[in-house]
C-alpha cells in the first residue's frame, strides 16, 4: 500500500466532458488521513462505464508526491464489506505497478444481487460483466484469504475465464473442495467483446454449472402405509349384513369404523361372563373384553360410526332404565308391606320378650332378621357403559356391575390426557384391561370398595396429528408403559370416495344384531354350560371354553409364529410391544365369534377351527392398521419432509429463499402445520438433505467466528 503522507489532488468529471460545476471541485486529501468511516472525503464520483451507472471511478489531476504517476489515471474504488474504503490505480503495463490509496477489494457492480459474485482477474472481464446482474470481484486463485472470506458470508463464487483456461483454474482452486464454481467462456473477453452476449453466455453457463452441481431430488413419499380392507367374509353373517349396510347409508364411509366399534361393543357385554383358555392345559384363563377405536382426520364419519357401533348397547340401556323404573315402583309397594310387616313383628316380639315366651321370642327374632335382610335389597340399575366418569365414580358402577363396563369417548385425546395427568387413574385403567382381578380400593372421603371382576373395555375415536403428538414421547422410549398398545382393536382406514345414498335401513339386519346382543347379557351359567362351557368346582368359578383339537393346532402354529419370526424380527420396539399383546386378541376374537355361533346354533362345545380362523385373520388385519397408526410417528419426519418440500416448490423464482438460502429457524417461524418446533423442523430438513432436494453449508455468524449456523440452499432441479 503507497505510504505517501503528503497531498495530492483528484479531480471528478464525467466521461462525456460536462462542466457540471459539482465536478469542477478540487479536493485535497492526505493519504495518512483517510478513514473508513470517511470514505466520502477521498473524492466525488465520476460516472463511466459503457452505459452502466453502477460504475463509479475516479479521476486524478496530479501525480503523488512520492513521484507515483496517477495524473489523469482512473481510480477502481475498493470496498471493505459494503464501505468505500480506498482506490486502486490499476497499471497500464507491465513495467508499472499498481498504486492503493487505503484498502478494500475491487469490486464493481456492488450494488447489484450479491447471491452470487463473479470473480475474474483480467481488467477487460471485469468491466464487460459490471454490465450484469451480480457484483464483479477483481482477484486471482492466489488470493485465498479475500476468497475464504467471501465464501464465509455465504456468497457463492463463479470465476471467469476462457474455456482453455478452465481446467488449469480448477485446479488451481482445488483447495477449496469445490465451493468455488468456474465458468469457461466461449472466447476470451477482449477490448471488442459485445457486453450483451458476454452476459447472457455466462447467465447460461452459470445455471448449467449449477445444475451440474446438485444430483437428482429423489422423490420422497408420505403416503401412509397400506392396510387390509374389511370384507364381508371376515364377520358372522349377523354383523356383517348389519355393518355394511350402515356404512353404506352413510354416504359410504367405511365399515372397518362400523366394525370395531361393533365388536369392541359387542366383547364389553359379554365382558367377565365367560373366558377361553387358550392353552390345552394350562389354566391360563382370558376374558374377551377389549379396547378399540378410530384413527380418522375430521369429518371422516368418525361420529356416525360410533353411534351405528353402539346401538345395541344404547338399546340394552333403554331397556335397563324401563326395568329400574318398575323395579322402583314395585319396591315402593313391597317396602310398605315389608315395613307393615316389620313394625307387627316388632310388636309381637316385645309381647313375647314381656311374657317370657323364650321359644315365641326365639322363633319371632330370627323371622325379624329375615326381614331386614330383605329391607336392604333396593333396585340397582344395570349399568353397560359411561361417558365420561372419574376413576372413583366408574369404580361404584363396577361395584354393582362385575360383569364390567364400556368406557366410550368420543374423543380420546381428551381421556388420555387425563390419565397421563393422574397416576392412579392411569393404573386403574390398566388393570382394569385384564378383566378377571378383582379390585380393592380405599379413599379417605369415600371409604373402601371392592370390585368383583375389575372388567373395563374403551371405545374412542381419535385424529392422526393428536395421536402422533401422544405417541412421540412413546416412541422416544418416555413414558411408554403399555397403556395405548391396549387399544388391539384399532383401525385407521383408507377414505372412501363420498356417494349420495337415500335408501332404508336394513331392520331385520338391526333387529337381529339387538337380539344377539340381549341374549348374550342374559345369559346364565347354565345356559353356557349347555352351550358347552366348562364350569369348575371352585367356589366362584367362571365359565370358560377351550380350543378344539384343530383350533389348538391353529393357536398352537400362531402364537409360534407370532413370537419366534414377527416380534423378534421387528425393527420398532413399540409395535413389538403392540404385537405381544395378541394372544389375548386372538383368543378374544375366537370366543366372541364361538359364542355367536352357540346362539345360533345352541351346543357347540369347544371353540371351533372356523372362529380360530376368523380370529387369526383379525390379527393379521390389525396388525396392518397398527402399522400405519404407528408408522404416523415412527415415519413423521418423512411426512414432514415431504410437506415441507412441496411449500418448497410452490416459491416464486424470485422468492429470497432460492436466491440466498434460509435457515432452520426461519422455517419454524412460519409456523406451518407440524413443522412449529425447531426439532420437527431440523429433522424434516436432514431427510431432505438426504434426499437432495437441499445442500447444507455452515456459516459463520461473525467475522471473528464463533458457532456457526447451517444456511440451507434449494436444489434448483426440484423445479424440472
Not at 495530492?8 to 469542477?24: L, M, R, V
Not at 349377523?238 to 367405511?254: C, I, L, P, T
Not at 371422516?300 to 348397547?313: C, E, L, N, R
Not at 456459516?699 to 467466528?705: E, K, L
Request: charged residues 25%; proline residues 5%.
Amino acid at each position: 500500500m503507497n505510504q505517501a503522507n503528503t497531498e495530492f489532488f483528484i479531480k471528478a468529471e464525467d466521461q462525456g466532458g460536462s462542466q457540471d460545476p459539482q465536478f469542477n471541485a478540487f479536493l485535497q486529501h492526505s493519504c495518512k488521513a483517510l478513514k473508513m468511516s470517511d470514505p466520502e472525503r477521498l473524492a466525488h464520483p465520476l460516472i463511466i462505464g459503457y452505459g452502466n451507472p453502477n460504475v463509479t471511478l475516479y479521476l486524478a489531476l496530479d501525480n503523488l508526491p512520492d513521484d507515483d504517476q496517477v495524473k489523469d489515471r482512473l481510480g477502481f474504488p475498493l470496498w471493505t464489506d459494503s464501505t468505500f474504503t480506498g482506490l486502486l490505480f490499476k497499471a497500464d503495463s507491465s513495467n508499472e505497478k499498481d498504486i492503493h490509496i487505503g484498502e478494500g477489494n475491487l469490486i464493481l457492480n456492488i450494488d447489484a444481487d450479491e447471491s452470487t459474485y463473479f470473480v475474474t482477474d483480467d481488467m477487460y472481464t471485469l468491466m464487460v460483466l459490471s454490465h450484469g446482474k451480480h457484483p464483479v470481484l477483481f482477484a486471482s486463485p492466489n488470493d485465498r484469504v479475500v476468497l475464504n472470506d467471501f465464501l464465509q458470508k455465504n456468497i457463492r463464487l463463479c470465476f471467469i475465464c476462457a474455456i482453455h483456461q478452465k481446467n488449469d483454474l480448477k485446479r488451481r482452486l482445488r483447495h477449496f473442495n469445490n465451493d468455488i464454481h468456474v465458468i469457461g467462456l466461449s472466447e476470451p473477453v477482449t477490448a471488442f467483446s459485445e457486453q450483451y452476449e458476454v452476459n447472457r453466455e455466462v447467465m447460461e453457463l452459470l445455471k448449467a454449472e449449477i445444475d451440474q452441481s446438485w444430483q437428482e431430488p429423489i422423490k420422497i413419499s408420505s403416503e401412509l402405509l397400506p392396510v387390509t380392507k374389511l370384507s364381508p367374509e371376515m364377520l358372522p353373517s349377523e354383523f356383517a349384513d348389519y355393518v355394511f349396510d350402515e356404512a353404506k347409508r352413510a354416504d359410504n364411509m367405511s365399515p372397518d369404523m362400523v366394525a370395531v366399534c361393533l365388536m369392541t361393543a359387542f366383547a364389553s357385554v359379554v365382558g367377565a361372563k365367560v373366558g377361553i383358555k387358550p392353552k390345552a392345559n394350562d389354566d391360563w384363563m382370558i376374558i374377551p373384553n377389549l379396547w378399540g377405536g378410530i384413527v380418522a382426520p375430521p369429518s371422516s364419519k368418525k361420529s356416525p360410526a360410533f353411534d351405528a357401533g353402539t346401538y345395541p348397547i344404547k338399546q340394552l340401556v333403554a331397556e335397563a332404565k324401563k326395568k329400574f323404573e318398575n323395579d322402583i315402583q314395585e319396591n315402593g309397594a313391597d317396602s310398605f308391606v315389608l315395613d307393615t310387616k316389620i313394625k307387627q313383628c316388632k310388636n309381637k316380639l316385645a309381647e313375647a320378650v314381656k311374657s317370657e315366651d323364650k321359644e315365641l321370642e326365639s322363633t319371632l327374632r330370627a323371622e325379624l332378621m329375615e326381614l331386614g335382610k330383605v329391607s336392604t335389597l333396593q333396585p340397582i340399575l344395570r349399568r353397560y357403559s359411561t361417558n365420561d366418569a372419574t376413576p372413583e365414580a366408574l369404580a361404584e358402577i363396577e361395584k354393582s356391575n362385575p360383569n364390567g363396563i364400556l368406557v366410550l369417548r368420543d374423543e380420546l385425546t381428551g381421556w388420555f390426557d387425563s390419565v397421563d395427568k393422574e397416576p392412579s387413574a392411569r393404573a386403574f385403567f390398566l388393570e382394569g384391561f385384564d378383566g378377571n382381578k378383582p379390585y380393592q380400593f380405599d379413599r379417605i372421603i369415600r371409604g373402601s370398595g371392592y370390585i368383583e371382576n375389575h372388567c373395563l373395555s374403551i371405545l374412542g375415536g381419535i385424529q392422526p396429528d393428536k395421536l402422533v403428538t401422544y405417541l412421540e414421547p412413546s416412541i422416544k422410549g418416555r413414558g411408554n408403559d403399555g397403556l395405548f398398545q391396549r387399544f388391539q382393536l384399532l383401525v385407521y382406514p383408507d377414505e372412501t370416495e363420498w356417494q349420495y345414498i337415500d335408501q332404508k335401513p336394513n331392520v331385520i339386519a338391526r333387529s337381529e344384531l339387538v337380539n344377539l346382543f340381549t341374549q348374550i347379557d342374559s345369559m346364565t351359567l347354565g345356559d353356557l354350560s349347555n352351550m358347552g362351557a366348562v364350569i369348575d368346582q371352585d367356589v366362584n368359578s367362571r365359565p370358560y371354553f377351550r380350543f378344539s383339537e384343530t383350533a389348538q393346532k391353529i393357536w398352537v402354529d400362531w402364537s409360534t409364529n407370532l413370537n419366534q419370526k414377527v416380534i423378534q424380527n421387528e425393527e420398532y420396539p413399540i409395535i413389538a410391544q403392540h404385537l405381544q399383546k395378541y394372544p389375548k386378541l386372538m383368543a378374544s376374537i375366537a370366543l366372541i365369534f364361538h359364542l355367536l355361533e352357540g346362539i345360533r346354533f345352541g351346543s357347540v362345545d369347544r371353540v371351533s377351527e372356523q372362529s380360530a380362523l376368523m380370529a387369526v385373520e383379525w390379527c393379521n388385519y390389525l396388525e396392518s392398521h397398527a402399522r400405519r397408526i404407528y408408522g404416523l410417528v415412527l415415519n413423521a419426519a418423512t411426512s414432514k419432509a415431504a410437506s415441507l418440500g412441496l411449500r418448497l416448490k410452490k416459491l416464486s423464482y424470485t422468492d429470497d429463499w432460492i436466491v440466498n438460502g434460509f435457515k432452520a429457524r426461519d422455517i419454524q417461524r412460519k409456523n406451518w402445520k407440524s413443522l412449529t418446533d425447531l426439532h420437527s423442523v431440523e429433522a424434516a430438513l436432514d431427510i431432505l438433505v438426504d434426499y437432495h432436494w437441499l445442500n447444507v453449508k455452515e456459516v459463520f455468524t461473525t467475522d471473528r467466528g464463533g458457532r456457526p449456523t447451517k444456511q440451507f440452499y434449494i436444489n434448483p432441479k426440484i423445479y424440472n
